[in-house]
């Protein structure tokens, strides 16, 4: 039996409204027990961050619509990272991975799995709505001007992105959620 894996893009404009996309597909297994799926905001475009993030030398940001664009293919594959006590990044603590990345409006949303059976605490955790955001993690960031008080970066490439809580995110705007409630993928499991 042979599986592939394929990727998809599209690009969808409407006056006013853009719309960019990339996802890689995987083969659907019926119940699989280490892929739960999630789907969030991981960012906003042309939107200055309410605090700064981790490495900005405590400068707010901009991350352009334009640059953001043009990483969306290197957010494909990348690992979402969690912390103990959710306040933060840990690139080696590694549990899910990002299939699809959008630029839609002034969001940059993703979604892809969590590996639920490999980090089962983190199912509890997630399903309280709303308090959950995400943060990304980028390396070779171009900043226009460091002299700036709001950085504005014009390049960069994705390297992964965090699950925190919303109000430890730079950006409060973000979000992450389940795309399926526990109690539901439990009884699949069951059958």
Not at 103 to 124: I, N
Request: net charge positive.
């Amino acid at each position: 039996m042979a599986c592939r894996a394929g990727l998809a893009q599209s690009s969808t404009g409407t006056a006013g409204m853009e719309l960019r996309a990339m996802a890689v597909e995987f083969p659907v297994v019926h119940g699989h027990p280490n892929r739960l799926p999630f789907e969030g905001v991981l960012t906003l475009v042309d939107v200055a961050s309410d605090k700064a993030p981790s490495g900005a030398r405590g400068h707010r940001v901009v991350l352009t619509r334009a640059a953001a664009e043009a990483a969306l293919p290197s957010l494909l594959g990348m690992a979402v990272d969690y912390k103990a006590g959710w306040d933060g990044h840990d690139a080696r603590q590694k549990c899910g991975i990002i299939t699809t990345a959008e630029v839609d409006g002034k969001r940059l949303t993703v979604s892809g799995y969590l590996f639920a059976r490999d980090f089962p605490e983190m199912e509890s955790k997630i399903q309280g709505e709303g308090a959950m955001g995400m943060s990304y993690e980028l390396a070779d960031a171009h900043v226009a001007d460091m002299r700036a008080q709001v950085w504005t970066l014009t390049k960069a490439t994705f390297t992964g992105a965090a699950i925190l809580l919303r109000e430890k995110a730079a950006y409060r705007s973000t979000s992450f959620r389940l795309k399926r409630p526990a109690i539901a993928r439990r009884a699949a499991l069951v059958r």
